[in-house]
T-cell receptor, first 114, second 114 residues
Framework: ETGVTQTPRHLVMGMTNKKSLKCEQHLGHNAMYWYKQSAKKPLELMFVYSLEERVENNSVPSRFSPECPNSSHLFLHLHTLQPEDSALYLC?????????????FGDGTRLSIL | SQKIEQNSEALNIQEGKTATLTCNYTNYSPAYLQWYRQDPGRGPVFLLLIRENEKEKRKERLKVTFDTTLKQSLFHITASQPADSATYLCALDMYNTGGFKTIFGAGTRLFVKA
């Protein structure tokens, strides 16, 4: 149990569907992150939230839309995705978005786009 | 260009031996370097963090070295066990506008044979 819970664990969707990924952290952390992990590639940072404010958006296509309603919850809203968006989507949290802050990861949502 | 390189080929070792994994980087000036473990179907788990002014860090059977001149970190697991089989990721922490940025390597898969 890492203290970061992601749902669903697996998701299959068509390119025209709309779905959302959910992340919840029980660690009292102030920073939350979305990453994309494709096979044999490094984790790609997508979005960073600090105290519920988006502080980083790494040129992510607009078909991915994050939402952070409070410091414990993070969502990733998906619509009109492409086959290349199939990957493992990981949520992480850290105490602050500063140095010396290990990140705590959830177990991810395995997303498959048909 | 900026790169983090971890051996993409899997490392196979015999139980009881020392496993050594390498993380090389170019055109980065990290303030910290972290190592994570990732099991199949799970999110990464933080193992160790080392600062740029530290040469070595130990935790139980784990040892990390950080050579900012060579731009290299070595990760050692002594008396390795089959349960140590996993993918190990290195990550660089660097000062970035508004805070810190963590960049991950693609990881090295370790297999420990009984």
């Amino acid at each position: 149990e890492t203290g970061v819970t992601q749902t669903p664990r697996h998701l299959v969707m068509g390119m025209t569907n709309k779905k959302s990924l959910k992340c919840e952290q029980h660690l009292g952390h102030n920073a939350m992150y979305w990453y994309k992990q494709s096979a044999k590639k490094p984790l790609e940072l997508m979005f960073v939230y600090s105290l519920e404010e988006r502080v980083e958006n790494n040129s992510v296509p607009s078909r991915f839309s994050p939402e952070c309603p409070n410091s414990s919850h993070l969502f990733l809203h998906l619509h009109t995705l492409q086959p290349e968006d199939s990957a493992l989507y990981l949520c992480a949290s850290s105490q602050e978005r500063t140095e010396n802050q290990p990140q705590h990861f959830g177990d991810g949502t395995r997303l498959s786009i048909l | 260009s900026q790169k983090i390189e971890q051996n993409s080929e899997a490392l196979n070792i015999q139980e009881g031996k020392t496993a050594t994994l390498t993380c090389n980087y170019t055109n980065y000036s990290p303030a910290y370097l972290q190592w994570y473990r990732q099991d199949p179907g799970r999110g990464p788990v933080f193992l160790l963090l080392i600062r740029e002014n530290e040469k070595e860090k130990r935790k139980e059977r784990l040892k990390v070295t950080f050579d900012t001149t060579l731009k290299q970190s070595l990760f050692h697991i002594t008396a390795s066990q089959p349960a140590d089989s996993a993918t190990y990721l290195c990550a660089l922490d660097m000062y970035n506008t508004g805070g810190f940025k963590t960049i991950f390597g693609a990881g090295t898969r370790l297999f420990v044979k009984a």
